[in-house]
């Protein structure tokens, strides 16, 4: 069955805006990933926050974990139209060999 | 200069025909994937190779085989296509330990459409 489920599955923000994506997730996991794909390319690694960590920054990204919620959220700080893409978490659950990918968020940045 | 290439990027074929995508990745890695991503953006993992090593296989009909001539190269031979195997399908690779705990690098997608 499918691990993490992004939230919302669309959004639509202001250039300048921040943005913030969510993923909840089933089983406990070794860590949580999160992937951007521009239309039409593969998909690019973010950021990997493992489930002793709390917080992970990368440039304008900000990635949070909370365990005892199965969940995750991305924010992303203002926001700029190249960052129009969707964005997926993948999550690694303990024992397991393989990441399994929600379905994502369609982010649109607006000029 | 690509670190995970692909080819081709897309391919048009009859239902029936026999196909194959090719995978490179010149990253050192050890551990090279197959995915599916259908039409609504779902990612699914169809197979993973260790060193030239098999080590998932998910529920993929057996008309789909894997090949792994070395831990560059990853290719996808596909057999009596079918209209429901339309799909971009993605190489991928990570580095040392196999599939847990690191990050994924894509290839570009292959778009496969069978008529």
């Known amino acids: 069955s499918q691990q993490g489920e992004e939230d919302p599955q669309a959004l639509s923000i202001q250039e300048g805006e921040n943005a913030t994506m969510n993923c909840s997730y089933k089983?406990?996991?070794?860590?949580l990933q999160w992937y951007r794909q521009n239309s039409g390319r593969g998909l690019v690694h973010l950021i990997l926050?493992?489930?002793?960590?709390r917080e992970k920054h990368s440039g304008r990204l900000r990635v949070t974990l909370d365990t005892s919620k199965k969940s995750s959220s991305l924010l992303i700080t203002a926001s700029r139209a190249a960052d129009t893409a969707s964005y997926f978490c993948?999550?690694?659950?303990?024992?397991?060999?393989?990441?399994?990918f929600g379905q994502g968020t369609r982010l649109t940045i607006n000029p | 200069d690509t670190a995970v290439s692909q080819t081709p990027k897309y391919l048009v074929t009859q239902m029936g025909n026999d196909k194959s995508i090719k995978c490179e990745q010149n990253?050192?890695?050890?551990?090279m994937y197959w995915y599916k991503q259908d039409s609504k953006k779902f990612l699914k993992i169809m197979f993973s190779?260790?060193?030239?090593?098999?080590?998932i296989n998910e529920t993929v009909p057996n008309r789909f085989s894997p090949k792994s001539p070395d831990k560059a190269h990853l290719n996808l031979h596909i057999n009596s296509l079918e209209l429901g195997d339309s799909a971009v399908y993605f190489c991928?690779?990570?580095?040392?330990?196999?599939?847990?705990?690191?990050?994924?690098?894509f290839g570009p997608g292959t778009r496969l459409t069978v008529l």
């Open positions: 991928a690779s990570s580095q040392g330990e196999g599939p847990w705990g690191n990050e994924q690098f």
């Open positions: 089983t406990s996991i070794n860590n």
């Open positions: 926050i493992r489930s002793n960590e």
């Open positions: 993948a999550t690694l659950a303990y024992g397991a060999q393989k990441l399994v």
């Open positions: 990253l050192g890695h050890d551990t």
């Open positions: 190779y260790n060193n030239k090593e098999l080590i």
